[in-house]
């Protein structure tokens, strides 16, 4: 499949199924790899100080589901969560992925990097004379990498780790690097955005990117922009209180400065998101979550990030 | 032979990151020290903040039990607001905490715990594996590793059925204070009820086999990661108007004495922990991971100045399902019949779930400025406990599962439930040794993402929960 139709794919807005994108990701994959010879992509997965969650939606990918993922797509040298190596054996299995494929490797990095005291509020490995902390980690991997890719929006920009007051000096990846760094950010990602970004990867290389690093294919419009209740926002018909279904913007939806596609797109296998459960987008997916959408079910304008000028965050509509 | 010291690190195949130092003698551990090596502070994050933040807030403590944590902070507020639940609230609740109870059992057993006694293929990211004892055959390991990939299945299913009402997952939006957001609609709980068919048969058909396989052919871990029987569950699936009755009851159970929990009791020390009393407004502490004598980030709670075990095995005990054993083997076993019970429980749910507007009924002003919410979450008891100033939080305490199982040395030098579990274990072979420790450690199914907690030195929790 050629670039262009494959962008389309991601960022079609109407299908006959909403998983139409997850459905073609395999065999366009498997196609290519076969025609060029291509090898799956090498992977190595950190995990740092997150909850633990975008490795949780990575298991709820669907069409492809985990396994095949594992099978057509990545080649998942390390990562804390799925490797069946363990202790020691697992450090050298990472030591010897990256002799063995610098600069061919993707990085993905699951979390914030704390960087009061030296990082040490996050230790990936100890070892018998000292510890490995995310920040120390992040940067040998990080320079020996071909690409970098944070998932969710902890690594992307801080996240919920570094919400105030913030007493581990948290920061997303792109701050502790000197490189390039695909975002992949939401709280948790979805799958489809990490798996579809991949995919991208392994095909045509960097996929053309927003200016806090996100793909386009994933983050180009905003979630007011193709919202199936905008026609309630138009009328100026909105929510009285959680529950309803009118315009959730009077409940504090961050829509319309928020980047995502999730009401086409939806979540788990594309049953639903947070608007269709009739509360607002909480803007999971920006550069000031979750200090610039709270209070959660205040009306934008309202909102403690607005008192405050100068504060990070775009407005987009 | 002389005393060594071992470093085990990482802990693969759980949430969150884990250590832990061995002093290994003759072949048998002596001495256990438990580490978790992330620390996120996320009670200081909840201060200043609207009250009504904590569900979605809270949440993101942990990936794979975000509703456990979502559930108490929405039992706090209830109480704080002083709400009343619908009937179909109290279900739909239910329902969705259940699915998400499934995706992390199943998860458990498949993805974590199976390559501690299934010897999986020899490609990423099963490269290395050197699993030292295996003792499956050929046919019944090939089974279970293609059970690993249909589980996959299953657990995404179990997390459908919580994304249908809940918009998505891990972290939903829909059960907040007050009920749920989410009209269940015929549609809704028809397709709810065929994915919790799918997730049954997989219960029923490779879960509980593969379990009672795994038990049959590795039963000297029977014997193997034993715990003192000092066991504490909170109480799981809360029903009532008020939240007042819990399905399955919460007791404490020391020397065959059941008794209920009493929220007074529980008191934290940081004797080992990175922290260090000094002055800080809120909580009298600070985090310091210089601390020379400190080795985790977990404190050491105790319960009438004990350490308690928690988890699916309690209440499996407590609510005499399950007669058995504290041993490595007992926790899987007594984890896999609980996700049966779910399964079992959920179906039911569903039936009686009536098609209806959003069950949600949500009060504009606190009527109380203080409270203590308990559930059990997946992994054992759970509390949250808030302060508030008008609407705004003064302050908040999470106590988690993890905080109790993971629990470092105290004062008086007693071990933590994981610490007590690896020492005077056996190795048979030098070899065998991280096998050995790792299945014991995974079998309490560790989350060090839920490690983040604090409790202020002076203040205690709210001794007025009612369970």
Request: charge should be neutral; include cysteine.
């Amino acid at each position: 499949m050629e670039k262009k139709e494959f962008t389309k794919l991601c960022s079609q807005l109407k299908s006959e199924e909403p998983h139409d994108l997850s459905k073609a990701i395999l065999p366009i994959v498997a196609d290519y790899r076969r025609k060029r010879r291509k090898k799956k992509l090498p992977v190595i997965w950190l995990e740092t100080n997150d909850s633990g969650d975008n490795n949780i939606a990575f298991m709820n990918t669907t069409y492809p589901y985990l396994g095949e993922v594992f099978q057509e797509m990545i080649d998942l040298l390390y990562s804390n969560t799925f490797m069946a190596a363990q202790g020691p054996e697992a450090l050298y299995i990472l030591e010897e992925a990256v002799s063995k494929k610098r600069g061919k490797f993707i990085l993905v990095v699951e979390g914030a990097i704390p960087t009061k005291d030296n990082g040490l509020y996050n230790i990936v490995i100890q070892t018998p004379n000292r510890s490995i902390t995310a920040l120390e980690a992040v940067r040998w991997l990080g320079q020996a990498a071909k690409h970098v890719v944070a998932i969710g929006t902890c690594a992307s920009f801080g996240g919920p780790t570094a919400a105030r007051p913030n007493i581990t000096g948290s920061v997303g990846v792109r701050d502790v690097l000197d490189r390039q760094v695909i975002n992949v950010s939401g709280c948790p990602v979805n799958p489809d955005w990490f798996v579809g970004t991949l995919a991208h990867l392994l095909m045509y290389g960097e996929p053309e990117l927003d200016k806090l690093g996100r793909p386009l294919l994933f983050y180009e419009f905003t979630v007011h922009r193709h919202c199936q209740r905008r026609s309630y926002f138009d009328n100026q018909e909105f929510a009285e209180e959680l529950g309803d279904i009118e315009c959730m913007f009077s409940q504090g939806c961050m829509g319309p400065r928020t980047s995502s596609d999730c009401p086409y797109r939806l979540w788990i296998n594309h049953v639903s998101w947070p608007v269709k459960a009739n509360t607002p987008c909480i803007g999971c997916t920006n550069e000031d979550f979750p200090d610039g959408s709270t209070p959660f079910f205040t009306p934008l304008p309202k909102k403690s990030s607005q008192k405050k000028p100068g504060q990070k965050g775009e407005e987009n509509e | 032979m002389s005393k060594q010291k071992i470093m085990f690190s990482p802990i693969t195949r759980l949430s969150g990151l884990l250590s832990t130092e061995i002093i290994l003698e003759n072949n048998q551990v002596r001495e256990a020290n438990i580490s978790s090596t992330m620390f996120r502070g996320y009670e200081w994050i909840m201060l200043n903040r609207h009250a009504t933040d904590a569900v979605y807030m809270t949440q993101r403590i942990c990936g794979i039990c975000s509703l456990a944590h979502g559930a108490v902070a929405s039992y706090l507020l209830d109480e704080m607001y002083d709400h009343d639940l619908s009937e179909n609230a109290q279900y739909l609740r239910n329902i969705m905490l259940g699915a998400d109870f499934l995706q992390n059992h199943i998860r458990h057993f498949y993805l974590f715990s199976l390559p501690d006694f299934v010897q999986m293929p020899d490609k990423p990211p099963f490269h290395g594996q050197s699993l030292t004892d295996a003792r499956l055959n050929p046919q019944d390991n090939q089974r279970l590793v293609e059970h690993y990939f249909e589980a996959v299945k299953a657990s995404q299913e179990s997390h459908q059925i919580l994304a249908l009402f809940g918009g998505k997952a891990p972290h939903q939006h829909s059960f907040v204070h007050g009920g749920v957001t989410v009209a269940p609609t015929a549609d809704k709980i028809n397709q709810a009820l065929s994915l919790l068919r799918n997730v049954s048969e997989f219960v029923q058909k490779c879960l509980m086999p593969d379990t009672e396989l795994i038990a049959r052919v590795y039963n000297d871990y029977f014997q193997i990661g034993v715990t003192p029987c000092r066991l504490l569950s909170f109480g799981l699936f809360r029903f009532g108007e008020k939240n007042e009755k819990f399905l399955w009851k919460g007791g404490v159970l020391e020397d065959n004495q059941l008794t209920f929990p009493q929220i007074g009791l529980v008191k934290e020390d940081i004797t080992r922990a990175w922290y260090e009393k000094e002055k800080c407004e809120v909580y009298g502490l600070e985090p310091d991971p210089y601390k020379p004598e400190g080795y985790t980030w977990v404190k050491a709670v105790r319960y009438d100045g004990k350490p308690f075990e928690v988890g699916p095995l309690v209440r499996m005990i407590i609510n005499g399902k399950y007669n058995g054993g504290t041993s490595t083997m007992d926790r899987i076993f007594a984890r896999s019949l609980e996700t049966l019970l779910i399964t079992e429980l959920m179906e039911k749910w569903l039936k009686q779930l009536q098609p209806s507007p959003p069950p949600l009924n949500q009060k504009e002003i606190p009527v109380k400025s203080s409270a203590t919410g308990v559930t059990d979450a997946m992994r054992g008891a759970l509390i949250h406990s808030a302060t508030l100033e008008g609407e705004e939080v003064s302050r908040y305490n999470v106590i988690t599962p993890t905080v109790w199982n993971f629990s470092p040395k105290d004062q008086y030098g007693q071990r933590g439930p994981v610490e007590n579990a690896l020492v005077g274990t056996i190795i048979p072979r030098p070899e065998m040794l991280f096998t050995v420790l790792g299945r014991i450690i995974r079998s309490f199914d560790p989350c060090m993402a839920c490690a983040t907690h604090i409790l202020d030195c002076q203040g205690n929790l709210q001794d007025k929960v009612v369970i």
